[in-house]
């Protein structure tokens, strides 16, 4: 295997930024299926090859990994900032087919923030990512209204400054609720998804209620929860089995 950082000038954030790759052993000839692999709300590109063995659990696999700095943005564009769903969702697989051997379907895995951001590129991208997993996700992200009276957590006035920036005042329905989303879908459209979250984890309820939501509008998808929390050790156990996953439905 190979492992690079890619960095570039994105137009969609009119910055330069970057993205960790790991690169298929040579023998292992191309093209290759992607997984773009996502980062949570503190972290950053490198925080997946730091805190976890993902290039172990690759290796030997006929799979590019794409792990992109998505800054603090949930893989959204912003109503005021940036505009981080262009950059990740459009922009990036555009530059990864023009420097790698890529075939398609796609895949997405995330945690947290970028469960979001993984669930998001399937319900809306599912022509080129046709799996999606979250871990521990912010799922109901952009779902709410910031006045609703059944908001899952009272947040802290800075934080909910940072979101309003980046859904605006009432997002319920809107492009950024995977709800509405999922909910809007046609049935042959809709991509492989799955979901886990750990018993003490603090977005346990958002995770049932967005599975409910799934079940309710008959949406296929597979759902568990595990012991643990919202940490490290959670997502590294379980990422290996986000892979098992996607290789299932992609067929690696």
């Known amino acids: 295997m190979a492992f690079l950082e890619l960095r ?19 023998d292992l000839v191309g093209p290759y299926h992607v997984m773009f692999l996502l980062h949570g709300l503190s972290d950053d590109h ?8 993902i290039e172990r659990y690759v290796d030997g696999l006929p799979l590019i990994v794409v792990m992109p700095d998505g800054g603090r943005g949930f893989y959204s ?23 790698f051997p890529t075939k398609l379907p796609w895949c997405a895995t995330g945690l947290s923030m970028g469960g979001y ?3 998001k590129l399937a319900l809306k991208y599912p022509g080129r990512f046709r799996s999606g997993h979250s871990h521990s996700g912010a799922v109901l992200f952009g779902h709410h209204a910031f006045d609703a009276t059944d908001l899952p957590r009272e947040l802290d006035p800075k934080i909910e400054f940072e979101f309003r920036r980046i859904v605006g005042d009432s997002p319920t329905g809107g492009p950024d609720d995977l709800c509405a989303a999922a909910e809007n879908m ?10 886990d979250c750990g018993f003490d984890d603090f977005l346990l309820a958002d995770n049932r209620k ?7 509008i008959g949406f296929p ?11 490290w050790g959670y997502w590294n156990e379980h990422v290996q089995e986000a892979i098992a996953f996607h290789r299932k439905n992609l067929e690696f």
Request: aromatic share 12%; charged share 20%.
């Open 8 to 26: 570039y000038f994105s137009n969609a954030l009119q910055k330069h930024t970057a993205a960790n790759v790991i690169l298929p052993n040579p």
């Open 46 to 53: 490198t925080a997946w090859a730091r805190q976890t063995s």
């Open 77 to 99: 564009d912003a109503v005021a900032g940036f505009q981080y769903e262009t950059a990740i969702a459009v922009e990036l697989p555009k530059l990864i087919e023009a420097y």
């Open 117 to 119: 951001g993984a669930a």
């Open 186 to 195: 046609s049935a042959v459209d809709r991509p492989a998804l799955r979901i």
């Open 210 to 216: 967005f599975r409910d939501h799934l079940v309710s």
């Open 221 to 231: 998808h597979e759902y568990e929860e595990f012991l643990g929390s919202h940490e």
